[in-house]
Nanobody, 124 residues
Framework: VQLQASGGGEVQAGGSLRLSCTHS????????MGWFRQAPGKEREFVAG????????YYADSVKDRFTISRDHAKNTVYLQMNSLKPEDSATYYC??????????????????WGKGTLVTVSS
């Protein structure tokens, strides 16, 4: 089982990036998907999550109204559109899957699968 994240890079403050996470159909059909991030010296933190239906996404307060999570069943892919990026958004971003109650709890210890991280750097 693999989750493959991509789309990170370097952008100036105020800019945008879109992260993608592609995974096996077996995971996709049964679990919620989400994104976490981890900055150097800090704990991994929840960013956004979405259930199987793709409706009613949920976000950390720090990214609400700037980030949008979505999922495409046809492509087995979850996206994180990040707008109005700030330097404090700089981190390695990880996609993850879990049963929805665990994803909504935003606890990284409850995730079933993780993708390799993709680095996002926002310069001021």
């Amino acid at each position: 089982v693999q989750l493959q994240a991509s789309g990170g890079g370097e952008v100036q403050a105020g800019g945008s990036l879109r992260l993608s996470c592609t995974h096996s159909e077996q995971i996709f059909s049964s679990e919620a998907m989400g994104w976490f991030r981890q900055a150097p010296g800090k704990e991994r933190e929840f960013v956004a999550g979405v259930g199987w239906s793709g409706s009613d996404p949920y976000y950390a307060d720090s990214v609400k109204d700037r980030f949008t999570i979505s999922r495409d069943h046809a492509k087995n892919t979850v996206y994180l559109q990040m707008n109005s990026l700030k330097p404090e958004d700089s981190a390695t971003y990880y996609c993850a899957s879990a049963l929805e109650p665990y994803m909504k709890a935003g606890d990284s210890r409850g995730m079933d699968y993780w993708g390799k991280g993709t680095l996002v750097t926002v310069s001021s």
